[in-house]
């Protein structure tokens, strides 16, 4: 009996499922991560950093190394339980991910963690001790030293990681409000175009170049074809910008938008993740993954089941890894 259950263990801890194209591994409490419920992924070299609903799993050579975790309750044996944490973390949602030189910074709902993995020096922004309004903070992108951070409930914030200064940000030369959302969904920076794209649950998006701004919603411009205001995730390639909505998807080029939705193959347009990879655009949906390929074909890919897929993020030039809601991460082969 005691064979057959490491046998089992073993099955479970390194998962490979093969569909009709795809073979994938899956990762998830079984490897010892913190919680199957992945909100955000973050890749450096060999390691994989997964921010879940419950703390900070590292993961590398496919082996948990470190789990990260704050303060929670519990219930144990019927009674509420307070466990003690064992790390720098402000709160254990885990919202985004970045790094700037050694230093990775990690929003969370409890604020800003600074975290040096080597040296285990660890700092926090919130709104107590720096110009942040909120401890919500949603969305983070590097430009440079620079830290764009969006709260989920006050707006767009800059951390100059230099010099320590935080600041209110999306203003115009006079101090006027330029991103007028208190809202930021997600914030994406596109470092070979110099192009900044925020984007909020309520007044669409905002775009920043060449110190300018734009503001894309339902309403404006007449073109643009956006079904929804509420900006769930962005993406660009190949000279196109992508808008994730709750309604479907927008590709904007040189001034055209196009849109697709449920009359071009999704099944439930709601788009939560995207990734452009090898030529193709990896699009991650409340129901199942698809793949719009170099054609402009749109196909679901064949998993075992049509996972909510909250990121996607590259591994190597042949896989790609997704983050799930409930159901942790899948490393997937690209053929």
Request: with cysteine.
């Amino acid at each position: 009996m005691k064979k057959i259950f490491t046998v089992l263990l073993i099955i479970l801890n390194f998962l490979f499922v093969y569909g009709n194209k795809y073979k994938y591994e899956r990762f998830s409490l079984s490897l010892s991560m913190k919680s199957n419920f992945v909100r955000t992924i973050f890749v450096d070299g060999d390691n994989i950093w997964a921010g879940t609903h419950n703390g900070l799993s590292l993961i590398n050579s496919g082996k948990v190394v470190s789990n990260f975790f704050a303060n929670y309750k519990t219930v144990i044996s019927g009674n509420l339980k307070e466990i003690e944490g064992n790390s720098f973390l402000a709160d254990n949602r885990i919202n985004d991910i970045e790094k700037i030189s050694d230093k990775y910074y990690i929003a969370t709902d409890g604020g800003l963690n600074i975290f040096e993995y080597i040296s285990s020096n660890w700092s926090t922004i919130h709104k107590e001790n720096s110009r942040l309004g909120s401890n919500l903070i949603k969305a983070i992108a590097k430009e440079h030293t620079i830290l764009w951070i969006g709260t989920q409930n006050k707006g767009l914030y800059t951390y100059n990681t230099v010099s320590g200064e935080s600041k209110i940000a999306g203003l115009d030369i006079e101090g006027k409000e330029i991103v007028n959302s208190k809202r930021i969904s997600t914030i994406n920076y596109i470092e070979n175009e110099g192009l900044l794209i925020v984007g909020t649950y309520d007044k669409g998006i905002f775009i920043k170049k060449d110190n300018e701004w734009a503001n894309i919603t339902t309403k404006y411009p007449l073109k643009s074809r956006l079904p929804s205001d509420r900006i769930l995730c962005t993406e660009y390639g190949n000279g196109e910008l992508w808008v994730g909505t709750n309604k479907g998807l927008v590709g904007i080029r040189s001034g055209k938008y196009r849109l697709m939705n449920e009359k071009h193959g999704f099944e439930y347009p709601v788009i939560l993740s995207m990734l452009y990879f090898k030529d193709n655009l990896y699009i991650g949906t409340a129901r199942g993954l698809y793949v719009l390929d170099s054609e402009d074909e749109l196909s679901k890919m064949e998993l075992d089941k049509s996972y909510r897929i909250l990121d996607i993020k590259s591994i190597n030039d042949n896989k790609i890894i997704i983050a799930t809601q409930n159901n942790g991460m899948l490393e997937i082969d690209i053929p």
